[in-house]
């Protein structure tokens, strides 16, 4: 974990910052985050009829791919010195550009993108996220995330 002072961010601009582990997407991890977002569709859900969909299985929600980032986003291996928290500020930009096979590992990797001051200690950063598949060129998606950091003055 690389840790820094706060005031230090904005020479990490435009430099990868970390990549997560890689996480599998099982059928059991499909079907759960279906029963918590009652998002039932087919090709998350029923093997037998997405057999004869173009990816020939099942795949994963695009938002149960996203909802992960904040999992993939505590290994990032980046922080501020003194952080307080850490809070999901939300997105600028989303992309779901490849369908996660069911049995797919997904990771994320982190290029710090921007880095804004806000008062009271409060930095807003933003990370460009790669959700990478693994054994694919294209990636799942492609996240402009933001994180407000907390970090004692």
């Known amino acids: ?8 961010f904005e020479n990490y601009v435009g ?4 990549v997560s582990e890689w996480l599998e997407i099982t059928q059991e991890r499909i079907n759960q985050f279906a029963d918590a977002t009652n998002d039932h569709q ?3 859900v029923d093997p037998e009829m997405a ?3 173009p990816w020939g299985t099942t795949i994963a929600h695009g938002f149960l791919t996203l909802s992960l980032l904040s999992y993939m986003s505590a290994q990032n291996g980046f922080m501020p010195e003194g952080m307080q928290m ?3 500020y939300g997105a600028d930009k989303v992309r779901f550009m490849e369908a996660v096979p069911v049995d797919s590992k ?6 710090l993108s921007e ?3 806000k008062k009271n200690g409060r930095w807003l950063v933003k990370f460009t996220v790669t959700i990478e598949i693994e054994g694919k060129e294209k990636p799942a998606a492609v996240v402009e995330a933001l994180t407000l950091y907390v970090v004692n003055e």
């Open 51 to 53: 057999k004869a969909t």
């Open 86 to 88: 850490a809070i999901n």
């Open 42 to 44: 087919f090709i998350h």
């Open 106 to 111: 997904i990771r994320g990797r982190f290029v």
């Open 15 to 18: 430099q990868e910052t970390g």
């Open 115 to 117: 880095v804004n001051y």
């Open 1 to 8: 974990m690389k840790v820094i002072p706060a005031t230090e």
